[in-house]
């Protein structure tokens, strides 16, 4: 019997950011040890050349699988979402889980909602091991539902005294203030321009759905850690001023379509260079290489999404709502 979780059931058992943090940081050193299989993002755009008015590389209908077998949580599954004509652009997305130990089928998951929760929690675990230990300002530019779940994840892991977050959308900004400054108990300012808030930061999360970059790096002071959770949002003089990290190297700069600030530097003939550069941040985690090395080095930490992640949250999840006596057993 499969269980089966939908949207209100996840909801339900509203799943804590630093648990999930946890699962992130163990998927770390997981893929640095070796002990996990995954692959990179399967994109299928229709039509087949990815032409779209409205999502340039996405064609006007998209689906994309994200596989991996995590041993160590029981797992194996991937995550599939589908994106279709509407003007809103949402996604529908599921996890699929398998038991590693025999490749049963456990659970069927409404990914709505817990993606927000895990898509923001690995901006925890950069934080423990790339900023400063000691913050003043969290700088936000984007202020949807992963920007707020980010933001959370860093109040896990760092003591901050304020947020200062920028989105192009006044009503946005205010909401964002109103309800974080809520939940974190924290001073929530917010900001007119993107480069007051570059400029104050001591940690700069990113997550938006420009597709492009949304600030200047020459913005940037010294000692802030940049976290990057949507593709295409940093410069290419980001990645210049210091240090960078992915959390998936390969994804991150050999992403179809093309994102920045590879595509740039792919035109410019520097992509190699930068490829030498940048550095898997899971070789942190596990101490193979030194994270902040000093508290005046920017440092950059791209964050795209990994399939590792998908099996194991859906393990640990399945886990609380067994636990709880929440979802629908279905023989499938």
């Known amino acids: 019997m499969a269980l089966i979780l939908n949207d209100a059931d996840v909801k339900a058992l509203n799943p804590p950011m630093d648990g999930a943090i946890k699962v992130i940081e163990r998927c770390f050193q997981l893929q640095a040890s070796g002990e996990v299989t995954n692959h990179p993002r399967v994109h299928l755009p229709y039509p087949p050349s990815g032409h779209s008015e409205r999502r340039a590389g996405f064609g006007e209908r998209t689906l994309r699988v994200l596989p991996a077998i995590v041993p160590a949580?029981?797992?194996?599954?991937?995550?599939?979402?589908?994106?279709?004509?509407?003007?809103?652009?949402?996604?529908?997305?599921?996890l699929v889980l398998f038991s590693f130990e025999d490749m049963t089928l456990k659970a069927i998951i409404n990914d709505t909602w817990l993606h927000y929760i895990r898509t923001g929690a690995p901006a925890g675990v950069a934080a423990k091991y790339l900023s400063r230990s000691s913050i003043d300002t969290l700088g936000v530019i984007g202020t949807g539902r992963i920007a707020r779940r980010a933001a959370e994840a860093v109040a896990c892991v760092r003591k901050f005294r304020r947020i200062k977050v920028y989105s192009p959308s006044p009503e946005?900004?205010?909401?964002?203030?109103?309800?974080?400054?809520?939940?974190?108990?924290?001073?929530?300012?917010?900001?007119?321009?993107?480069?007051?808030?570059?400029?104050?930061?001591?940690?700069?999360i990113t997550a938006t759905n420009a597709h492009r970059p949304v600030y200047d790096g020459d913005w940037l002071e010294?000692?802030?850690?940049?976290?990057?959770?949507?593709?295409?949002?940093?410069?290419?003089?980001?990645?210049?001023?210091?240090?960078?990290?992915?959390?998936?190297?390969?994804?991150?700069?050999?992403?179809?379509?093309?994102?920045?600030?590879?595509?740039?530097?792919?035109?410019?003939?520097?992509?190699?260079?930068?490829?030498e550069k940048c550095q898997e941040f899971h070789d942190v985690v596990s101490g193979t290489l030194p994270g902040r090395t000093n508290d005046e080095e920017i440092i950059t930490c791209l964050v795209p999404a990994s399939s590792v992640w998908d099996p194991a949250m859906a393990s640990w999840v399945y886990g609380l709502a067994r636990a709880k006596g929440i979802g629908t057993e279905m023989s499938i």
Do not use: C, M, N
């Open 73 to 94: 949580f029981d797992a194996a599954g991937f995550r599939t979402y589908a994106i279709g004509p509407r003007k809103s652009g949402e996604a529908s997305a599921l």
């Open 172 to 204: 946005h900004r205010l909401s964002y203030a109103r309800d974080i400054g809520e939940l974190l108990r924290v001073e929530v300012e917010s900001e007119e321009s993107p480069r007051t808030v570059v400029e104050s930061a001591d940690i700069l």
């Open 222 to 275: 010294p000692g802030v850690l940049v976290i990057s959770l949507a593709p295409g949002e940093v410069d290419v003089k980001t990645l210049e001023r210091g240090r960078f990290f992915s959390t998936w190297k390969e994804q991150a700069l050999h992403d179809r379509p093309s994102r920045e600030p590879f595509k740039t530097l792919e035109a410019q003939g520097r992509l190699v260079e930068f490829e």
